[in-house]
């Protein structure tokens, strides 16, 4: 039996977006419903509203964007692959609505200045929300903690095997033997080996 489409949200219309009958991914199932969207932001599920528009979803499934946190968009470096604009386009055409990109690019994204480069290429060219990961270093590991501050920043990415440049294999070429905690964030419980399994 599907799950009962109660009125979720503000009740206060009107509305700028109605998005009307279609099958709508809840917490407790799938039901067949209209999302009310104000300002760019659902605002209401169910019930009856005025909107500004309506669409009429018949057959669709509606369900929220995906965030993809593992991206290779290639730029800079390799930009004949794919780069920032065409790998974000193919993102939203996808469901995806927001991407971290990784750092194992040509240069590395590895330095304050190579995160403001990626922000500077990724303005007014990408389709979506995004952020890039900076990528730990022997050079920069002592560095983490302000680094995954800057503007932008998902957070640090830290190749456990192989990759490119500077970012290949960083636990054998050294971040083993100096115990960076804000590199690992006190996860470690083995000081001389990698763990046994990395979500990192």
Not at 5 to 12: E, K, L, N, V, W
Not at 78 to 89: D, H, I, P, Q, T
Not at 101 to 111: D, G, H, Y
Not at 145 to 154: D, H, I, M, R
Request: glycine residues 14%; negative net charge.
């Amino acid at each position: 039996m599907a799950p009962s489409a109660p009125f979720i949200g503000d009740q206060r219309g009107p509305f700028d977006l109605a998005l009307k009958g279609g099958s709508v991914v809840l917490p407790d199932g799938t039901v067949e419903t209209t999302v009310y969207v104000k300002g760019g932001t659902i605002a209401a599920i169910g019930g009856q509203a005025d909107a500004a528009r309506t669409i009429d979803c018949t057959g669709l499934t509606i369900l929220p964007g995906v965030i993809d946190t593992q991206v290779h968009f290639r730029e800079p470096g390799a930009e004949e692959n794919e780069n920032l604009e065409s790998g974000s386009r193919a993102a939203v055409l996808g469901g995806v609505t927001g991407v971290f990109e990784m750092p194992n690019t040509k240069p590395t994204t590895s330095t304050p200045e190579a995160v403001a480069d990626k922000l500077a290429r990724a303005k007014g060219r990408m389709w979506c929300e995004h952020a890039f990961y900076v990528g730990a270093t022997v050079d920069n590991a002592d560095q983490c903690g302000e680094l995954e501050k800057l503007p932008g920043t998902a957070g640090i990415k830290v190749f456990m095997g192989s990759s490119t440049g500077s970012l290949l294999n960083v636990w054998e070429n050294g971040l083993k033997a100096t115990h960076h905690p804000t590199l690992f964030g006190g996860m470690m419980k083995q000081p001389y080996g990698p763990p046994p399994v990395c979500c990192i």
